[in-house]
């Protein structure tokens, strides 16, 4: 069964920086799409970016364009989160995500697994 965790979370002051790592277990990794999602209490898990397959197609929310760089290193079943001139507003819990099918969209209907998260706190 497909696993994927996340690491990289941390306490980070406003203008600073973090890069997320998600480590799927499974040896057909560049067969999905990937993607990062992310939650705040009390409100809906919303997408963040996606990556296909081979890094051909890439989107991102209109709240992190600009700051935020999705990669991935299907070599290591990787996928990256660099997260930069981080803001109040994007504290929240961060999910690697797995797709469906082909599929790069910040749906949460979209998504097939999950990781746990990693916490993402952006604070003075």
């Known amino acids: 069964q497909l696993q994927l965790v996340e690491t990289g979370g941390g306490l980070v002051q406003p203008g600073g920086s973090l890069r997320l790592s998600c480590v799927a277990s499974?040896?057909?990794?560049?067969?999905?799409?990937m993607g990062w999602f992310r939650q705040v209490p009390g409100k809906e898990r919303e997408g963040v970016s996606c990556i296909s397959f081979h890094g051909g197609i890439i989107r991102y929310a209109d709240s992190v364009k600009g700051r935020f760089i999705i990669s991935r290193d299907n070599g290591k079943n990787t996928v990256y989160l660099q997260m930069n001139n981080l803001q109040a507003g994007d504290t929240a819990l961060y999910y690697c995500?797995?797709?469906?099918?082909?599929?790069?969209?910040?749906?949460?209907?979209?998504?097939?697994?999950w990781g746990r998260g990693t916490q993402v706190t952006v604070s003075s």
């Open positions: 499974t040896f057909a990794f560049d067969d999905y799409v």
């Open positions: 995500a797995r797709y469906r099918e082909n599929i790069c969209s910040n749906e949460v209907r979209d998504v097939a697994d």
